[in-house]
């Protein structure tokens, strides 16, 4: 009967000490679930956030296309405008080298020069069909800072004769951005008017 009773005691003892494992995995368990859900929120916050980078990475890049876009357009309009200084300068180099000023029913005209034709030819192909001067016109850039460099310099040609025939003086044959290079060639121009 001793032998039962201790059995029954060791047998209580080890039911006591598998129900206390029981009961710190099940907490061990509980505790790792909350674990779990916290670290799931906790990725679900992160996917978030990246989401939202995610997002300001693309505006950002949307925002450097536009500026690019902008800074294009604004190189464009610096580029025009440069050669509508040249053309405004090749028009009143017109005006001071007809010794009438320019005369005839319309307004004169200033036509770019060919390098290979005279300007006789060049205003006879068109409406203001006579030569009244052939000017090369050539502005430095930057504004003077003295009274004696010279800020711009120019020829009058005779409207008879192609002239000096080089290339890098037909403003037409030039690279668009060529006005804007650091050491711009002269440009010839045909002073015409309708006769």
Excluded at 120 to 147: E, F, L, M, Q, R
Excluded at 170 to 183: P, Q, S, T
Aim: proline letters at 2%; glycine letters at 6%; hydrophobic letters at 40%.
């Amino acid at each position: 009967m001793k032998c039962v009773v201790i059995v029954a005691i060791v047998a209580l003892c080890f039911a006591q000490a598998d129900a206390r494992r029981k009961k710190k995995t099940a907490a061990a368990v509980a505790e790792l679930q909350e674990q779990i859900a916290s670290l799931l929120n906790e990725v679900s916050s992160l996917r978030d956030q990246v989401d939202s980078a995610n997002e300001a990475l693309a505006e950002v890049s949307s925002l450097r296309d536009q500026v690019s876009s902008a800074d294009e357009a604004l190189e464009a309009t610096k580029v025009d405008s440069a050669w509508q200084a040249l053309h405004m300068a090749a028009a009143a180099a017109c005006r001071g080298s007809t010794a009438s000023g320019g005369t005839g029913p319309w307004g004169n005209a200033v036509i770019a020069k060919e390098n290979t034709r005279s300007c006789n030819d060049i205003c006879g192909a068109t409406v203001y069909n006579a030569c009244d001067a052939d000017v090369s016109v050539i502005g430095h850039p930057g504004k003077a800072a003295d009274y004696t460099s010279p800020i711009g310099q120019f020829y009058n040609y005779g409207c008879g004769t192609p002239g000096n025939t080089s290339v890098d003086f037909d403003e037409v044959k030039a690279e668009e951005n060529r006005i804007r290079a650091g050491n711009v060639a002269y440009y010839r121009f045909c002073c015409c008017r309708k006769e």
